[in-house]
Each structure stands twice: as structure tokens, then as C-alpha cells.
């Protein structure tokens, strides 16, 4: 079982195991927020599982330049939807393709399907007469930093979106 660990100000750090968040919580460094499943049993007490700890101290985050682009983050940011038509989409393609320049960035990468994809093939969307569906642009918030938060717990949802 996974827990969620939120600083002192109420964002998202990090996700532990309920073992860690137990330690946490029995060392004074954190409270618990939210409980969810079979109780811990030890020798002289019975303790609720943590779903959500909250620190007691503010942990200061060191600042980082962003997620790395890669093939299964655009798909998550574009929502595994093409950006051409909307449909469900399998893989990424460059806006501005790379043999005419194109980066490998955020801003150039799209989700996209592969009929679309197999369409644009080396144009451009003005070429194309396409238009884009969204506007592609470097993800933001905790949970492209912390790579648990994909799939959250449902516990998790009022917290998180406190974050957002």
C-alpha cells in the first residue's frame, strides 16, 4: 500500500510505502490525514493504515527545470487523444518535423494517431491545411514530478487537487 506524503503547506512530496509513513508518524515527523484499509496491529497498539501524511516541518524542494520529454508523457499530457483530429492516439509526432528543423521539446511533440501521423508524414501543418487541437506545451504541477501520481490512490483526489 502506497502513501501519500504532502509538505507542510499541503503539496504533494512524495509517495511512500504505509511502512515508511508509519515511521514518519511514530517519529513525530508527520500526521496522519487519511486512513484507508486493515488497521496495523504491533505488540502494544493498533495503529490505522496512513493513506495521507501530512510533515510537520516544511521540506524545501530543490527546483528542478521540468519533466523530461519523453514518448508516454506527451501521450498523458495530450490525454491520449491525436492532436489532429481528436481520436484515440498510439503515438507522438513532431509539429515542425525534424528533418526540417524540428526539436525533440514539449512544444514540438504531439499525441497523435497513426493514421494522421502516417498522413502528415514529413509536411507541416500549413502544408497539411491541419490545424492543431491543443496547444502543446511543457507539463506543470507535482504530479509530473512524482511518477506514482499517475495512478492515484482515490484517497489521494481532495489533496491532490488542492496542488493544482
Known amino acids: ?15 511512500v510505502t504505509f511502512r515508511r509513513a508509519i515511521v514518519l508518524v511514530l517519529g513525530g515527523k508527520a500526521s496522519v490525514i ?4 486493515e488497521p496495523v ?6 495503529l490505522g493504515r496512513p493513506s495521507v501524511i501530512l510533515l510537520n516541518r516544511y521540506v524545501k524542494v530543490p527546483y528542478r527545470d521540468g519533466a523530461a520529454v519523453t514518448r508516454r508523457g506527451v501521450l498523458r499530457r495530450d490525454n491520449h487523444l491525436c492532436a489532429y483530429c481528436g481520436k ?14 524540428g526539436a525533440y521539446t514539449w512544444e514540438n511533440l504531439v499525441a497523435c494517431c ?12 500549413r ?3 491541419w490545424e ?15 511518477k506514482e501520481l499517475e495512478r492515484p490512490a482515490p484517497q489521494w483526489t481532495e489533496f491532490l487537487s488542492h496542488a493544482a
Request: glycine share 8%; net charge positive; charged share 25%.
Open 1 to 15: 500500500m502506497r502513501t501519500l506524503v504532502l509538505n507542510a503547506g499541503y503539496e504533494p512530496l512524495a509517495v
Open 41 to 46: 496491529v504491533g505488540p502494544c497498539e493498533i
Open 114 to 125: 497513426l493514421r494522421c501521423n502516417n498522413a502528415k508524414d514529413d509536411h507541416t501543418i
Open 88 to 101: 484515440p492516439a498510439s503515438t507522438v509526432d513532431h509539429v515542425q518535423p525534424r528533418s526540417r528543423g
Open 132 to 146: 492543431l487541437r491543443v496547444v502543446p506545451k511543457p507539463p506543470r504541477g507535482a504530479q509530473w514530478r512524482i
Open 127 to 129: 502544408e497539411m491545411g
Open 34 to 37: 487519511a486512513e484507508a484499509g
